[in-house]
């Protein structure tokens, strides 16, 4: 069994985890804000929270990392995390979070939501390791249907079944697709061109272009050659009708052409490993703000979308980059005739400006 399927109970909400031991951890070095027993839940696949009744270890303490944090809430670091150790003995982390408190009554009662829940496990060594990244696919969308239709055996006489592999940078990165729950898992061995810790997030940016939505991973599994594996449940925002537009994957041959459609995907995996980027790429970024501004109002979503237009054209003509059938001669000219006028010296800057275009 992969390690990754221990997480399938945490595929959706709500669920809830009982911890007798939890704590909120403060800076390094410092002692815990407080230390107490209560309760994680996973309400749904946009939301995490947690209760968790204790008292401080240094109440002095305590009172001056929460106003540290009050005090200066863009300081990332103020922040708190979340600890955790279920009635099975299993250690749990929720991540950074800021904490609503209340001191009244014997105990303090701690409340407040996470980004993701994540744990360790070990398991025997197989020298190699690698990521698994497995994304929730609404059934509504017709990506349900293209990955129903797409994924199939690539062994001769094969038929259909849910796994397809391709190659990317030379590598085989695999994509399985359970129709019965619409989970599509995208998984690689760790190499050079594409290192777990980066690839586990990289998968998910072909995706997000495809189909014009914001495709995170549900779950995530980063896989060490001594048998250890980190594992993480993740938000997983929900997929909206008001950026279909968006798709670069669109088209009458949409539903068939399988080929093309995992050309342009290990084409755009090519690049984003071949940057190496940490956060998404500028070109994934660029299609997610315009995702996201599909939203909002059209004048919102017009000016997002003319500067992502500028910004992808920038990258592909870089700047200073002269046009192959410019005559650079009669460019010169014309300049050396403009500067040559004594008019108003806003016209002349402008029509300089636009001649050397």
Known sequence: MSQIDRL?????????IRCPKMALLARDLEPPL?????????????????RMTGLPVDLKHSLHALNRERDEPYEPLNR?????????????????TAPDV????D??????????????VQAPAT?????????????????????????????????????????VLGNPVRFAFDSETNVLSISAADTPDLPAHAAENWFGEPLRILFGQLAFPRLVERRFPDGQSMLWVRQSPAWTADSTWTALWSGDERFTNDADFFALYSGLLTLIARDAEWESHTITTFYEEVIQSAQGSRWVM????????????????????????????????LVAHIEEWQGASRLKDTALSAVKR
Request: glycine residues 12%; hydrophobic residues 40%; aromatic residues 8%.
């Open 107 to 120: 105990q303090w009662v701690l409340t407040g939501t996470c980004d993701s829940l994540s744990t360790g």
């Open 102 to 105: 209340d001191p009244d009554g």
């Open 302 to 333: 017009a000016l997002t979308l003319a500067s992502s237009i500028e910004g992808l054209a920038r990258r592909l003509v870089p700047e200073g980059t002269l046009r192959t059938d410019a005559d650079q001669a009669a460019i010169d000219s």
């Open 80 to 96: 708190f995390r979340l600890v955790m150790t279920d009635a099975d003995g299993k250690e749990w982390m929720g991540g950074w």
């Open 34 to 50: 407080a230390e107490g027993e209560g309760e994680f839940e996973i309400v749904s696949e946009r939301e995490f929270r947690y």
């Open 8 to 16: 399938t109970p945490f595929l959706l909400g709500p669920v809830t």
């Open 127 to 167: 020298g190699e390791g690698g990521a698994e990244a497995r994304f929730l696919i609404p059934r509504n969308h017709s990506a349900a249907i293209i990955f129903r239709r797409f994924v199939r055996s690539d062994a001769e006489g094969g038929g259909v079944s849910a796994v397809r592999t391709i190659d």
